[in-house]
């Protein structure tokens, strides 16, 4: 248990049984009556974003989130094969749990898993990878007055929108949260 003064960023909350992590926290202060907390909280397991005032020193349960940095190793159908890197325990990650995320992992890459009382949460992606162009079509350079796009195949299946000079074969830097193209590796 803590209370409402111990809120800061990250720290994940245990409020009506569903885990909320405190993206943003405000302490406030009005000239007339007492001082309460404001608070943007987003579902650890769903991604909703809510906020919510709570009184000052109002007592809430914070829940341990163990993260762990992992290594991926391969797909089993649906789930995903994660190695704790010191005990060299296998944790099995659900599909869903993983989500969008898994277009952008390649086996042998270190991620970080936080679980809750040994089910896992979600899965952190360092910000970018390196991937390798599977297929692209030669890009054309035609007389325009900004550089153009096209769509590009990586290795992992996602496509990615890269300048027209990049070609097949190609190691390229993408941005994991957005799947932005970075520049050439």
Known sequence: MATTNDLKNGIVLNLDGALWSVVEFQHVKPGKG????????????????????????????????????????????????????ETFDQLQVPGATVGESSQWLLPEAEVVVATHESVPLYIELPASVVLEITYTEPGVQGDRSSGGTKPATVETGANVAVPLFVTTGEKIKVDTRDGRYLGRA
């Open 34 to 85: 007492g001082a309460f907390v404001r608070t943007t909280l987003k579902n650890v397991l769903t991604g909703k974003v809510v906020d919510k005032t709570f009184n000052a020193g109002t007592k809430v349960e914070t829940a341990t989130v163990d993260k762990r940095t992992m290594q991926y190793l391969y797909a089993d159908g649906d789930d995903y094969i994660f190695m704790d890197l």
